[in-house]
């Protein structure tokens, strides 16, 4: 089974993110998307609780879109997709990264052995995709320039990018309202 695996802080969950994930199984690029909520981003501040984030990605998961809970503890990505591959050796696994890690991938932690798996690159129009590997499929289509960041700082303005449920969500647990 081809697997995506996609991880991000997902602060909070929204629609660009749940359309790759459909794109992602719809044009049947992968079999199923392994979302992975990290519990800490080198290059994130102040990320709202490991389990608030999990209760809101739960509220999309369906058969195709698997909410990992077991993985999020781990620092680096080649820790998640070696542990994924250990668990799952008959299965395999594709990292979903957008063109700008792409492009930085080579400063990762152990590149060498992440570039072993496959690597799906979401593009955009402007950013050259500079990196090699042998499993690379880039995606060179628009998901929308959504912003969790922007979601966070006025989430009344933001609705639209939001599912029903996660915005209802974020509402009766009164999230962002201080951030």
Same mark, same amino acid.
């Given at each position: ?14 629609k ?17 998307v ?42 680096? *990505? ?29 400063e ?40 969790? *960041? ?6 009344d ?14 509402? *009766? ?7």
């Amino acid at each position: 089974m081809k697997i995506g695996v996609f991880v991000g802080s997902f602060d909070p969950v929204h629609k660009g993110h749940t359309n790759i994930m459909n794109y992602l199984v719809d044009k049947k690029i992968v079999d199923k998307v392994l979302v992975i909520a990290t519990g800490n981003y080198w290059d994130k501040q102040n990320i709202t609780e490991l389990k608030i984030r999990l209760d809101m990605l739960d509220l999309i998961k369906n058969k195709n879109i698997i909410i990992d809970k077991k993985h999020n503890k781990l620092e680096y *990505t080649y820790e998640i997709l070696r542990d994924l591959k250990k668990e799952n050796p008959e299965d395999e696994f594709y990292l979903v990264i957008g063109a700008d890690n792409a492009n930085t991938l080579y400063e990762w932690k152990h590149f060498d052995e992440i570039i072993k798996y496959g690597i799906i690159v979401l593009g955009r129009n402007d950013i050259k995709i500079t990196l090699e590997a042998k499993n690379l499929i880039i995606i060179d289509k628009s998901f929308g320039n959504i912003s969790s *960041t922007k979601i966070r700082n006025d989430v009344d303005k933001s609705k639209e990018y939001l599912s029903n449920e996660v915005y209802h969500y974020i509402k *009766t647990n009164n999230l962002y309202s201080l951030k």
